[in-house]
């Protein structure tokens, strides 16, 4: 056995330790499917203006990315993007959302619309800020 230390790890280094640590959590955790969700503001050829993308994990909406192009920007696009997919998650089950955003992004949106900060990491990596959020979006029985 020995250590060994790399700025390159490879793929497969990689997917070796995500594919172990995967299989353990399964063994510990309550059986929950990943299903990803996506919903997409789009020109008539396709091409994405504006979009959020997620998972729904067991009670949860995981908001892994929400973008919407500078020239849309303040013109409501983000908060129909946002309603639509807890709206959707709502339907399906979920009762709960999690987000994290940078300081540079829109912290700020996300309270506007009900998220509520539960963590923030100062100085990351170096000078901003990342910002971690949860929002209720059902009563559970």
């Not at 250590?3 to 497969?12: G, K, S, W």
């Not at 920007?73 to 998650?89: C, D, M, T, Y």
Request: with cysteine; net charge positive; proline share 3%.
């Amino acid at each position: 056995m020995r250590f060994r230390i790399t700025d390159n790890p490879t793929e497969q280094d990689i997917e070796e330790v995500h594919s172990k640590l995967k299989q353990y959590n399964r063994s510990k955790r309550e059986y929950s499917k990943a299903i990803p969700i996506g919903v997409f503001y789009e020109e008539i050829n396709g091409q994405k203006a504006a979009g959020l993308t997620g998972e729904i994990f067991g009670n949860w909406l995981c908001i892994q990315y929400l973008w919407v192009s500078e020239e849309l920007r303040r013109q409501g696009i983000g908060s129909r993007l946002l309603k639509s997919a807890e709206n959707e998650v709502v339907f399906r089950g979920a009762s709960y959302a999690f987000v994290d955003t940078y300081s540079f992004q829109a912290p700020e949106f996300y309270t506007k619309h009900g998220y509520v900060q539960v963590f923030k990491l100062f100085d990351y990596p170096y000078t901003s800020s990342r910002y971690y959020y949860i929002k209720r979006l059902m009563e559970t029985t």
